[in-house]
T-cell receptor
Framework: AQKVTQAQTEISVVEKEDVTLDCVYE???????LFWYKQPPSGELVFLIR??????QNEISGRYSWNFQKSTSSFNFTITASQVVDSAVYFC?????????????FGQGTRLTINP | SAVISQKPSRDICQRGTSLTIQCQVD?????MFWYRQQPGQSLTLIAT?????????ESGFVIDKFPISRPNLTFSTLTVSNMSPEDSSIYLC????????????FGPGTRLTVL
């Protein structure tokens, strides 16, 4: 069975600090997709990134970066120079590749608070 | 991406009543899903809404409690029946478009409180 673990329930940092959100996954599939979503206080889920299991290149998008390590089954998310607007709950998710983005399995989420 | 709207955005309901939540997408989509997010919890898939046929429910969810309709490729409804306080949650609609098969987009959610 597929499983996603986000061991950090809550993280609180001061603005401008760098912060890393951990995500560890379990799957018996050799091909799969990994996702990160952001859920701000307003409640909507904002898509951040998708990574397939064949692409281990790290990705950077502005202040956001993702580190995918198949050897440790991890897909960690780093925010550089954090800002108050980054405060939200962040979810890591996994799906079977042949189903595309269908039937996502979510981790428990990490509540990130950026203090001014 | 896809523009998804949900109605109502929030509601407060009495125990034993039912509420129907609507999900409207701005373009035709391949797949539509309904998720539940209980307070402080993660998202759990309730069912896949199938166009023109019965929804496919995940373990722990049944049609009598959560009837779903999907009359066309842009619209779906989820009914929460015979509500109890345990049904207080955010209910989210999501879609997968054929053109972006590997991305799932979520609606703004419906925040339900059952008294």
């Amino acid at each position: 069975a597929q499983k996603v673990t986000q061991a950090q329930t809550e993280i609180s940092v001061v603005e401008k600090e760098d912060v890393t959100l951990d995500c560890v996954y379990e799957t018996r599939d050799t091909t799969y997709y990994l996702f990160w979503y952001k859920q701000p206080p307003s409640g909507e889920l904002v898509f951040l990134i998708r990574r397939n299991s064949f692409d281990e290149q790290n990705e950077i998008s502005g202040r956001y970066s993702w580190n995918f390590q198949k050897s440790t089954s991890s897909f960690n998310f780093t925010i550089t120079a954090s800002q108050v607007v980054d405060s939200a709950v962040y979810f890591c998710a996994l799906s079977e590749a042949f189903k595309g983005a269908q039937k996502l399995v979510f981790g428990q989420g990490t509540r990130l608070t950026i203090n001014p | 991406s896809a523009v998804i709207s949900q109605k109502p955005s929030r509601d407060i309901c009495q125990r034993g009543t039912s509420l129907t939540i609507q999900c409207q997408v701005d373009s035709q989509v391949t797949m539509m899903f309904w998720y539940r997010q209980q307070p402080g919890q993660s998202l759990t898939l309730i069912a896949t809404a199938n166009q023109g046929s019965e929804a496919t429910y995940e373990s722990g969810f049944v049609i009598d409690k959560f009837p779903i309709s999907r009359p066309n490729l842009t619209f779906s409804t989820l009914t929460v029946s015979n509500m109890s306080p345990e049904d207080s949650s955010i209910y989210l609609c999501s879609v997968v478009k054929e053109s972006s098969y590997n991305e799932q987009f979520f609606g703004p959610g419906t925040r339900l409180t059952v008294l």
